[in-house]
């Protein structure tokens, strides 16, 4: 049996007509980026693709089970489960499937800003698979994408999954590498970990021992993953919450102070007015909604 492009039971190929396509890329809520092809293939054995033409868009794959490759400039690349490439426009390349087979979502996109979005997500290792462990929101997201353009390919349809394949890609740029012994799933607990603590005092030692790491390490790591130190972004949770007390309730600042942990309502108020840029007694004044 020769390995075939396409046909594999329970898949879906969407391919928007061309006539959205071209409404698409001259309206400027989604000119920068939309959807042109997008779909699932579930166990696709003796799966095989070869475009040696260019085409004009770009390709994001994510195997969620079994193995595949990608070959691309004469290079072949081993595509694992839980693996991501991305294929730039207008390059000849060539992907398919192991003997085993492998279950792949895909996307191809267009838009003046694809080219740097390709580019992010995979720091311009073309073909190569990338580790992208299987996010549930983010698998929910694609599938919401697919079942909606199932309904019927309208413009609102279209531009709706075209703006929903930002917050996509946006989840493909920066939750990377994420396994369970990752940096980036460190500073996620983390962070978990002050939200349930907003309300107490919560070191930098009590955290790092908690993450069973030094206090300059996980400070590191942390900053790098958000630009901010453990302590400061705790402090910004906690304004963030002292916000939400005096938007919608009448407690007296003094009491907010206490509920989140903070025992001097001049620091208090400091802390709030370097984050917030006024005081709390100012914010409250003016109403945020």
Same mark, same amino acid.
Request: proline content about 4%.
């Given at each position: 049996m020769s390995p075939k492009r396409e046909g594999f039971k329970g898949q879906d190929l969407l391919v928007l007509p061309e006539e959205i396509k071209q409404e698409m890329a001259e309206n400027s809520l989604t000119r920068q980026l939309y959807i042109t092809n997008i779909g699932y293939f579930p166990l696709a054995e003796e799966h095989l693709v070869i475009r040696d033409g260019f085409i004009p868009q770009h390709i994001l794959i994510y195997c969620v089970g079994g193995e595949g490759w990608c070959e691309i400039a004469g290079v072949r690349h081993i595509i694992r489960e839980d693996n991501f490439l991305v294929i730039p426009a207008n390059t000849a390349h060539k992907y398919g499937s192991s003997v085993e087979g +492998?279950?792949?979502? +895909?996307? *191809?996109? $267009?838009?003046?800003?694809? %080219?740097?979005?390709?580019?992010?997500?995979?720091? %311009?290792?073309? %073909?190569?698979?990338?580790?992208?462990?299987? *996010? #549930?929101? @983010?698998?929910?997201?694609? $599938?919401?994408?697919?079942?909606?353009? &199932? #309904? !019927?390919? @309208?413009?609102?349809?279209?531009?709706? &999954?075209?703006? #929903?394949l930002w917050h996509f890609l946006g989840d493909v740029i920066y939750f990377q590498n994420s396994e369970i012994d990752e940096p980036e799933n460190i500073i996620e607990k983390a962070i978990s970990m002050m939200i349930v603590r907003v309300e107490e005092v919560?070191?930098?030692?009590?955290?790092?021992?908690?993450?069973?790491?030094?206090?300059?390490?996980f400070c590191r790591l942390f900053k790098n993953k958000t630009g901010h130190s453990p302590v400061d972004y705790f402090i910004r949770l906690k304004i963030q919450r002292a916000c939400n007390y005096l938007n919608f309730t009448n407690m007296k600042i003094k009491d907010i102070c206490e509920e989140i942990g903070y025992s001097d309502p001049y620091y208090f108020s400091r802390s709030f007015k370097k984050v917030m !840029? =006024?005081?709390?007694? =100012?914010y409250r004044k003016n109403p945020q909604w």
């Open positions: +492998w279950s792949l979502y +895909w996307v *191809h996109f $267009r838009g003046s800003s694809s %080219g740097m979005i390709a580019e992010a997500m995979c720091k %311009g290792k073309y %073909g190569e698979g990338i580790i992208f462990s299987k *996010h #549930r929101e @983010t698998l929910e997201l694609i $599938r919401k994408m697919i079942d909606d353009l &199932n #309904r !019927g390919m @309208t413009i609102d349809s279209c531009s709706l &999954n075209s703006m #929903r919560f070191s930098l030692e009590e955290m790092s021992e908690a993450l069973k790491l030094s206090p300059p390490y !840029g =006024q005081s709390p007694a =100012q």
